[in-house]
Structures are given as C-alpha cells and as structure tokens.
C-alpha cells in the first residue's frame, strides 16, 4: 500500500452484520494506503451477557465490567467479531492479522475507578503495529488491552482508536457506527472544537456512547491527527465520508457585544466596506466576530502555510519577544543568522537580504539588478523587462514593473525604464530585450495575473536571454514560492535557477519578513550603507520563520502538497467538465483556479461571494478566474469540502445566469 497511514473504528451493526462488514471491506481494499482497523462490538457483548444471567450496565458510556463480563467480551471482541472481520478483509485480497490491545504490550492502560476491569489508554506501544505495516499487513485491533499489573481490561474501542491514532501520527481517524455524527440542539454538527467538548458534555447536549467517543477524538485532534471524524457508514470509499470533524483548538467565539466600531470610520478608504471581519482562526479554519465558520483557501493570501492558530509559533515568539524583540539593523542578531543559514543551504542562495514583506523584497532586487547594470554597463544598463498580467508590489518602483493599469493609473508617473512583455511569449520577450536591459522580473506562476503557471520553455528561454545580454533573472517567488507548488522553492518546480529569487508571503508565518536570495555575482555587488531597514531581519520575526522554514522544508510535508495539489487539481477539473459556469482549471500544487467560461456573463467576483456565503473563502485573479490557496497542511476532506461547496456553488450561479437569459428573451420579446 501507498499513502499515508488511516485509522478506522468500527462499531455498531457495522461489526455484526455481515453485509455491512463486506462494504466495510471492499471499501477498506480500495483505500490503497496503510490501514489500522480497530473495532467495537458492544451489540453482542450485551446479548451474550444477558444469555450468562449478567445484566449490562453502562456509565458514561462505558461498559461496567466484572470478572464474568470480561469473560464475555473476551469471546465476542477477541473472537467472533475480531475473526469475522479478518475474514472478510482477507476476502478482498487484503494481508488482514487479527490482534488484541495485549498483544506486543500495544496498549498499556490505567484502570477506570468503580467500573471494575475497565481501563483507559495510558501509552501506546506501536512497534508490533509499525512492523506489520511495514510488511504489507492490515492489523485488526479488538480492544481488550493490559491493565496496569499486566492483566487484562475492557477498553471502549474509540479510546483505543484514537490513542493509536496519536501515537503513530495517523493522517485521518474515522469513528464510524450507526450514528451520523455529533447531535447538538437537534442538528448534526459539521464541526466540533476541542474547547467545546466538556461544555457540551457538561450541558448534557452530548451524552451516553457519545461522552467517550468525543473525548477521544478531541485528545487525539489535540495530538496532532490531521483529520479526525464522527460518522455513520451505509458504504461507498472511506474518502467521502463527512459526519462531524473534531478539531483541536477553542469554542467559537461569543458574538461581539453591540457597537463593534465601523471600519470605514476608522481606516483609510482604500478597501470595499463593510468587510468580513474575522475573529480567530484554527488550522484550515476562520471565524467572523460573530461566530460563523469559513474554510480558508486564500490563507491569508498565502501567508497561512501552515494554517492558523498555531501554538508552536505563538511559544516560539513569546519566547523571542521575551529575550529580545527588536534591534535594528544596526547591530546583527542570532536568529537571522540562523534563518540566513538556512535559507542559503536549501537553495542556490551565496548570501540572504532580508525586507518587510514581499514589495519591499521586489524593490531591493529591483535596486541590485540597477546596480548590476552600473558596473556592467557603464551607466547605461538600467532597463528592466518585466510582464503583461505580473504582479511585483505597490510601492513605486515595485509598481512601475506591476502590469495593471488600475493599478498604475493614479499614481503615474512612475520609475521610469520598465519595459512589458506577453508571458509566456518567448518571441515577445526577446523584442524587448537589448544590452540596455539590466534584469527580467518574473513570476514562475503569475499570481494576481489570474493563477496562470510559466512554460518550461518560456523560463529557460528567459535564462538564456539574460545570459545572452548580460542581465540578471528575478524569480518573484513571493505567492509561488516556499513549498505552494510542491518544491520548497518554485524555481526547483523549473530547473531554471535565477540571479535572485524573492521570498516573502509565508516565510514570516504571520509576521511580516521577505527575503532576496542572492548569487554570489549579485552579492559581490553590495556595499555598506547601499540598502536596510529598521525592522527587516529582527529577531522575533527571524526565530518564527526558522520553524516555518523547517516544517516546509520536509520531504514528507512537500510531498503532502503534491498529493493535496493533485486531489484539488482534478476535482476543479471534474467540476469545469461538468459545469457550464467554467472553462477549465489551471495552476500547480496548491495554487490553483478555476476558469470561468465567460466573464461577460460571470463575475468570478459573483463566484466568490457566494462561496463565502456556504462558508469557504477563495479570491479573484486576474479577469476569469477563482483562486485557491489552501494552507499547505490541508487534509483531504478539507479538499473535497472546498470542492463540493465549489459545485453547489456553481449550479447557483448556473441557475442565476439561466435565468438572466430567459428575463431577456422575454424582455426582448415585449419589446418586438
């Protein structure tokens, strides 16, 4: 098997009857990646005990377990419900082993006071399981586990589930039974916060079987499991099931208290108001001030990389900020060096120049490339060819080289000396190129422009060009770059290596910080008192980054993406083959946009609203497209949430423009 690893819990019928078991295990084999199955089979272990003149009782969901009534679970966990679903499994061509929490010491428990033989997991030992996994081998986990002195326990079978499940890293968990999800006041939840849990508990809006199951899945979200799901079965993949997420993080904020101040009041008028205003935020998640839930694909324009809420950064700054906030650029400081370290060995970089944000990054490289002209070219080499439809920043230089003219016309004139070419137009690239030209700015994919990827042949054209005329080649990497399309940095997605490439978006993981990677012919270049900045570089910024860069950088986070980028690439393809709404679908890894077929008669603007209005938050680029920039850890039903949001969203907007047609056909008609 291929893929990360999936843990399953079965309960319910989903154990007993037997074709239940057998959708079960038909979906299991067609899952085709690293399986653990754990199940219940409390069903039985009632009818058995009541055959035995015992009669079952429960607290809180958990099963009162005597000496006799262990003896009965034993038969049925163990054996009968254990061995059926081996069987079955084994039918399906699956390498199915059946074991008990017992074996290889699995799971070691603590016992659960006034309940007798009934323990709760304390620690997990998953060598036995990893070797199995390893050997191609689907373990079956019945529940009955060790207790403290070595002696058998009964385990509710979600605790194992889930304790499993965080100590192996699991990618999703799934709790599956005959209940749908998590019920609260008489509706089934999309989402659970872990902060939430013992409220609802405590008010009795969860109880009975539910009590356990929840406390489990919210530990085992809190533990890092990307993916953790309540659900009912009736068949069909395991990818699509839904029911309720549990997630790590606080309770939905309170709706704010009357008199929220206005924004347009407030702020300078440069944006459409009133804006959703947000609150908090929590993995791929958002909330609004007063309460409401959007799955964020913009990630704050991709700065979100690795989602929102994280408590690994927040620590990483308090404990910077508490040791030494700022310095300036006048004296150097610890963590840039390690970030500059870094950074310079997971790329061509000779040296690092550190800026506040993604123009200020443009602007410097736009600076060096001048600077390369004056040496090269006596004075006489300042020309910069930029392209149609890039996007380089808003300050002065950085948008004299920013093809919009909306954007432009207010404040021209601008810097001088900035010639366009078409992207992805070799041809045109080379008219506008001569030995005046200092530097290329580029945007390996075309952000803003409306998600639209380079050719391979148009950057290694480009790289020949400058070679060819003496100018440096600019990668403006700052929405592209740091692992959005799969590579750490998206000149490695090209083999085309730059003079100078452009970090920023992510790099800070919140906080403002861009980066200049420079060659060593760029960098011979500098001089003392040439270019800084008070804040660039400080080393709160520079200590959050260095974690960001780390978790980036790994190849199994990189290779997440890819995965991720794939799903999400072709289901907004099944969606533009399926949809008059769109065209096609376009971008790489995470940076993606669905294509609207004709803007005349959509709004890609339309599209976004609405989409916001289901709760799932995307961006326009460019004048026909969506843009969807994920957090670069989403999981995969967070993907195909996005993407079933996506087509009702376009049948609404199918629908509206249908109806358009028709009030002008008839207007046309009253009129004749």
Request: charged share 20%; aromatic share 4%; hydrophobic share 45%.
């Amino acid at each position: 098997m291929t893929g990360s690893l999936w843990v399953v819990k079965v309960g319910g019928a989903l154990c007993e009857d037997p074709h239940s078991r057998r959708r079960l295990a038909r979906a299991c084999a067609a899952l085709g990646r690293a399986l653990v199955l754990v199940h219940g089979g409390g069903g039985g272990v009632s009818r058995l005990q009541k055959k035995l003149g015992l009669e079952p009782r429960f607290v809180e969901g958990r099963r009162v377990t005597g000496p006799e009534d262990l003896d009965a679970a034993e038969m049925v966990l163990t054996g009968s419900v254990n061995q059926a679903l081996v069987r079955d499994l084994q039918s399906e061509g699956m390498a199915a082993v059946g074991l008990s929490g017992c074996d290889g010491g699995l799971l070691l428990c603590r016992r659960v006071d006034g309940l007798g033989h009934v323990g709760t997991p304390d620690a997990v030992e998953p060598r036995l399981l990893n070797a199995l996994l390893a050997s191609g081998f689907t373990p079956v986990i019945s529940p009955i586990s060790l207790g403290p002195e070595g002696e058998p326990v009964n385990v509710n079978a979600d605790e194992v589930a889930c304790a499993i499940a965080a100590a192996m890293g699991a990618d999703r968990l799934l709790l599956l039974s005959d209940v749908e999800g998590v019920r609260v006041s008489d509706e089934w939840r999309i989402d659970v916060m872990s902060g939430e849990v013992e409220m609802l508990i405590a008010s009795g809006q969860v109880t009975d079987g539910m009590v356990p199951k929840l406390r489990a899945a919210s530990a085992a979200a809190a533990a890092g499991v990307r993916e953790v799901r309540i659900a009912g079965y009736a068949g069909g993949p395991l990818a699509d099931v839904r029911g309720t997420g549990v997630r790590a993080g606080a309770a939905p904020p309170e709706p704010p208290a009357p008199g929220t101040p206005d924004e347009s009041s407030l702020l300078a008028g440069v944006f459409h108001y009133p804006r959703l205003m947000l609150a908090r935020g929590e993995g791929s998640w958002v909330w609004d001030v007063e309460g409401r839930r959007y799955l964020d694909f913009t990630a704050g324009l991709g700065v979100a990389a690795l989602g929102h809420g994280r408590r690994d950064l927040a620590v990483a700054l308090l404990e910077q900020f508490a040791t030494l906030a700022h310095c300036s650029n006048l004296y150097g400081n610890l963590p840039a060096l390690e970030l500059a370290r870094r950074l310079k060995e997971r790329s061509f970089a000779h040296r690092i120049w550190f800026a506040n944000s993604g123009t200020e990054a443009n602007e410097a490289a736009i600076k060096f490339g001048r600077l390369h002209g004056r040496h090269a070219g006596g004075g006489r080499k300042s020309a910069l060819v930029a392209f149609k439809g890039g996007f380089h920043g808003r300050t002065l230089g950085a948008l004299a080289a920013t093809h919009h003219p909306e954007y432009r016309a207010p404040f021209a004139p601008l810097v001088p000396g900035v010639r366009f070419g078409r992207f992805n137009d070799l041809a045109s690239a080379r008219r506008v190129m001569d030995e005046r030209v200092c530097a290329v700015i580029v945007e390996p994919v075309q952000g803003e422009g409306g998600v639209v990827p380079a050719e391979p042949e148009f950057l290694e054209g480009l790289r020949a060009l400058c070679d060819e005329h003496g100018a440096l080649l600019i990668f403006d990497e700052v929405q592209c770059g740091l692992g959005r399309l799969g590579f750490l940095h998206a000149y490695q997605a090209y083999g085309v290596i730059p003079d100078m490439a452009v970090l920023a978006k992510p790099l800070g993981g919140g906080l403002p910080l861009g980066a200049v990677l420079l060659n060593e012919q760029v960098a011979a270049l500098l001089r003392p008192g040439q270019h800084g900045s008070t804040f660039a570089g400080g080393p709160s910024a520079c200590t959050v980054a260095t974690r960001v860069l780390d978790a980036i950088s790994q190849p199994e986070f990189l290779a997440h993406v890819g995965l991720m980028g794939e799903r999400l690439r072709a289901g907004l393809e099944a969606l533009a083959a399926e949809s008059p709404v769109f065209r096609s679908a376009r971008g790489l890894g995470l940076m993606q946009a669905l294509v609207v077929a004709d803007p005349r008669r959509v709004d890609p603007g339309d599209v976004v609203r609405r989409a916001r209005e289901h709760g799932l938050l995307v961006g326009r680029a460019g004048e026909d497209a969506v843009r969807l920039l994920p957090p670069l850890n989403c999981s995969e039903g967070e993907v195909d949430h996005a993407l079933d949001v996506l087509r009702e969203v376009s049948r609404e907007v199918a629908e509206a423009d249908q109806e358009n047609k028709e009030a002008l056909l008839v207007g046309a008609r009253e009129e004749s």
